[in-house]
């Protein structure tokens, strides 16, 4: 399965480039992530927990980054076993470019499954996939960014993405 996309982010290219290598913000980004160790530089251990149709699993795993020019994209690839679910791998290649509004981050993802998962059926894997990928970088977004801001009148929630917490260190 492959799909495509891309977000705006109102954040500097720089802040985005530094969110993408970091694992806290990885782990805010991966739905259902529960653990995750490492490094850009060594790599990252992964735990996350799923629910594809009607087989919940247990994935574990490692994410490397590669294919890194500085500032301007890298490939993030990953590969989880699941036991007797199967396993599950996939990539994405990001480019990020500079617009008026922050930052233009471009996708390109493929993903493929074996054992149970398989099993599913191709209608299936293929949804669960792209609503994954729609997930991680909508949460990537709103971990760099902070939630949207409340225009209820009251006082203006405070902003809370990687940005917020880095800047309040």
Do not use: H, N
């Given at each position: 399965?492959?799909?495509?996309?891309?977000?705006?982010?109102?954040?500097?290219?720089?802040?985005?480039?530094?969110?993408?290598?970091?694992?806290?913000?990885?782990k805010?980004?991966?739905?259902?992530?529960?653990?995750?160790?490492?490094?850009?530089?060594?790599?990252?251990?992964?735990?996350?927990?799923?629910?594809?149709?009607?087989?919940?699993?247990?994935?574990?795993?490692?994410?490397?980054?590669?294919?890194?020019?500085?500032?301007?994209?890298?490939?993030?690839?990953?590969?989880?076993?699941?036991?007797?679910?199967?396993?599950?791998?996939?990539?994405?290649k990001?480019?990020?470019?500079?617009?008026?509004?922050?930052?233009?981050?471009?996708?390109?993802?493929?993903?493929?499954?074996?054992?149970?998962?398989?099993?599913?059926?191709?209608?299936?894997?293929?949804?669960?996939?792209?609503?994954?990928?729609?997930q991680?970088f909508?949460?990537?977004?709103?971990?760099v960014?902070?939630?949207?801001?409340?225009?209820?009148?009251?006082?203006?929630?405070?902003?809370?993405?990687?940005?917020?917490?880095l800047?309040?260190?």
């Amino acid at each position: 399965m492959q799909m495509s996309g891309e977000r705006e982010i109102a954040a500097d290219p720089g802040v985005v480039w530094a969110a993408l290598l970091d694992k806290d913000v990885l782990k805010e980004a991966v739905p259902g992530c529960q653990e995750m160790t490492g490094s850009a530089e060594d790599g990252f251990e992964a735990t996350v927990v799923q629910k594809v149709g009607p087989v919940k699993a247990t994935f574990k795993g490692g994410v490397s980054v590669s294919d890194i020019v500085e500032g301007e994209s890298l490939t993030l690839s990953g590969e989880g076993k699941g036991g007797p679910a199967g396993f599950a791998k996939g990539g994405a290649k990001v480019r990020l470019e500079p617009v008026e509004a922050g930052t233009k981050l471009i996708y390109d993802v493929e993903a493929k499954v074996g054992g149970k998962l398989a099993q599913l059926g191709s209608r299936i894997i293929d949804g669960f996939a792209k609503k994954m990928a729609d997930q991680f970088f909508e949460r990537f977004q709103v971990a760099v960014e902070g939630p949207p801001e409340d225009g209820g009148g009251e006082e203006p929630a405070e902003k809370k993405g990687w940005l917020k917490r880095l800047v309040k260190s």
